[in-house]
């Protein structure tokens, strides 16, 4: 049983993952603020310097397993300090580089794939903190994530007024330093995994192996749920403000619909986390699901910029609100030495339908000259992941044993 002082602690461990989130991820997406800049500056093709973001959602993807494992080999706190130092030092080292194919390397792979070691496992750690308000605590943690436009976007807009980007880029690894690895020491293992890696026996009470979960069906549809409901609303969130462009929406008019879409995300999350404690966290992430299929069709029928912001909320309300759910669902259905991996696993279904979205919505509106192909496109994928989550079935529990007759 979870003691009086774990239980108030337990929060700090929420409260925490947001700062880390926030920060990580933050420091990632600062590079559609610095794009213009560093092509002005440097001559390189905005196209080379935005396939680095690609790099890093595909590099995440393949990372996240392995810190995932690491993590409940280790515990999760070594591995979020690991992440954070290498956050820092590979945002520092990229705003030193001087070619193209150095700054992809250093940012894509590097910051990459050091930001994948805060997702998987800090969402695993958090789960298994907690017995009750599971969905409420993840969701926070994802609270915490989407500040990230909020507050360090437009630090990093601001800084790139004041100087250079490659001063405001070793702002920005300097402001992860400072932040996340004293924050990373607050990060520790639940207290029932503690207790059984001391013990040396396996935690959660399952036998199930790791080669047993990966090759599970529970496991595969909610990779693959994952995949196509984040590869729904990625091209979505990229090539919205293009879209309101074409529309003859002004571009910084344009700009303002993310905002509008992030805070949405936010109530969203926070929403779906309190749902998914009352009704479980599959029925309301099916229900998602369906809505945002639906939503994605939204952005065809308006042209002016209240209808855009509606849809845009709408949109975000949902899209933000299902995604703490599948790290809930993976909680519920396999043991707790594993969650790491596990979440690490289906993380990388995030982040392949997130590097997927940007190039498909490119290449649709390159042939069609029109985007109402790519949330036509969205809606078709999302009701793809909807169809998928209606066939995720929980693992049976095993039978209690019956008391023998006295």
Known sequence: MMGLADRHYRWVIVAAGGVLG???????????????????????????VSSAMTIAF???????????????????????????????????????????????LIFGILAGGATAAIFAPLMACVTNWFDTHRSLAVSLVSVGMGMAPIVMSPLSAWLVTQYDWRTSMQVIALLVAVVMIPVSFLIRRAPALEMMAQGGAAAGGNGMSVGEALRSPQFIILLLTNFFCCATHSGPIFHTVSYAVTCGIPLIAAVSIYSVEGLAGMGGRLAFGLLGDRYGAKNVLVV???????????????????????????????????????????????????????????????????????????LIYDTFASYAWLYIGSAAVGMGAFLMAMTFKPFRKPPQPVPAAA
């Not at 920060?23 to 600062?30: E, Q, R």
């Not at 954070?84 to 150095?102: D, F, K, Y």
Request: proline share 5%; aromatic share 10%.
């Open 288 to 362: 998602g699901l369906l809505v945002q299929a639906i939503g994605a069709l939204g952005f065809i029928a308006v042209s002016q910029l209240a209808g855009f912001y509606a849809v845009a909320a709408i949109f975000g309300f949902i899209y933000a609100g299902t995604m703490p759910l599948y790290s809930v669902l993976v909680r519920e259905n396999f043991p707790m030495h594993i969650m790491g991996t596990i979440v690490g696993g289906v993380a990388m279904g995030s982040s392949l339908g997130m590097a997927a979205g940007p190039v498909a919505g490119g």
């Open 58 to 104: 595909l590099t995440m993807a393949f990372a996240s397993f392995a810190w995932g494992a690491l993590s409940d080999k280790f515990g999760p706190r070594p591995v979020v300090l690991t992440g954070s130092i290498v956050i820092a030092i590979s945002i520092a080292l990229a705003s030193r580089t001087t070619s193209l194919l150095q700054f992809q």
């Open 22 to 48: 926030c920060v990580a991820i933050g420091a990632m997406f600062s590079l559609p603020v610095f794009l213009q800049p560093i092509a002005k500056d440097t001559g390189w093709s905005v196209t080379g």
